[in-house]
């Protein structure tokens, strides 16, 4: 088994892995670059919805299927992403929508540490996924801003969804000050246990729903774009142009995603398992 960095900044491929026998040696070997690459891909493996949960449950416990979110009709593990109807009913969520920057679950207290995702029907065109680096992301930063958000909470709403939807069993709430609205809190400079590195985590980009606790609003909001700026730089990006059979395997505490759209009478089907859950720890 080889590990290929894709790019300096993002990204290894994993070339000859086995899915049918899972060697403990090649498992720690790709733990090991799960962790050091943030984002792996294998590329062009046409394993099973039993193997895509199996592998998945070798790096952390099982994450059920949440909300409003579709399970895969006999593999419960599997979450199924798509646009894709049949007699009517749609088989997966988050169909063209919810396109921007985000790492998956920011509203939970324990959100999943890896995801896996695998690609199994594709538009013509568009549907390309990107990862940004995280760490990267916080070592840009210049060190006064730094200075300002290490040892701070970041605030989440968890009222609303990314796109702007109430959540199942939330209210609207009464006061338009986002900073009293139910919510979570997690440390913005984020330590991944796996590394012991820092990255910046911060759930989604919308910062007039997002909150650097304690810091004046106006603050927050700049050093928020700051940091929004750095993503959408594109200097620490991977681009996943996929291809059938493509799986993606990222560490959801030290890197974002985004996807861009695609023509809607295209169908796109994702299978997508979470790995481990974890609450968000910094340690100085
Ligand atoms: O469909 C994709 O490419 C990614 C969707 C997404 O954000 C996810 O699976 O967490
Ligand atoms: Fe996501």
């Not at 039993?50 to 059920?64: D, E, I, M, R, T």
């Not at 009293?180 to 919308?206: C, M, Q």
């Not at 700049?222 to 991977?238: R, T, W």
Request: glycine share 8%; charged share 25%; net charge negative.
């Amino acid at each position: 088994m080889n590990v290929i960095p894709i790019q300096a900044s993002c990204g290894a491929d994993i070339i000859g892995f086995d899915f049918e026998h899972l060697y403990p040696d090649q498992v720690d070997a790709v733990r090991a670059a799960w962790r050091d690459y943030g984002v792996l891909r294998f590329r062009g493996y046409d394993i099973t919805t039993q193997q895509h949960a199996k592998f998945s449950n070798l790096f952390g416990h099982y994450v059920p299927v949440k909300g409003t979110s579709i399970a895969h009709h006999d593999q419960k593990e599997i979450t199924v992403i798509s646009n894709a109807k049949v007699d009517g009913k749609p088989v997966g969520t988050l169909g063209n929508v919810d396109l921007e920057w985000h790492t998956d679950s920011w509203y939970f207290d324990k959100p999943p540490c890896g995801q896996i995702l695998r690609a199994l029907e594709l538009p013509r065109t568009g549907g390309d996924t990107y990862w940004v680096n995280m760490y990267a992301v916080y070592d840009a930063l210049p060190e006064f801003t730094r200075k300002i958000i290490e040892g701070r909470l970041i605030q989440f709403n968890i009222v609303y969804d990314a796109v702007g939807r109430v959540r199942p069993g939330q209210e609207k709430p009464e006061t338009d000050d986002f900073r009293l609205w139910k919510h979570v809190r997690h440390p913005i400079v984020r330590t991944n246990p796996e590394s012991g590195r820092k990255a910046v985590y911060i759930g989604y980009f919308d910062s007039t729903k997002n909150w650097i606790v304690g810091l004046p609003l106006e603050q927050s909001k700049a050093i928020l774009e700051e940091i929004y700026s750095l993503i959408d730089s594109g200097k620490f990006v991977f681009q996943q142009k996929w291809q059938p059979n493509d799986i993606i395997m990222w560490d959801n505490r030290c890197t974002m995603h985004r996807r861009d759209g695609w023509n809607e009478t295209d169908m796109r089907i994702m299978h997508r398992t979470g790995t481990g859950t974890e609450t968000p720890i910094y340690v100085y």
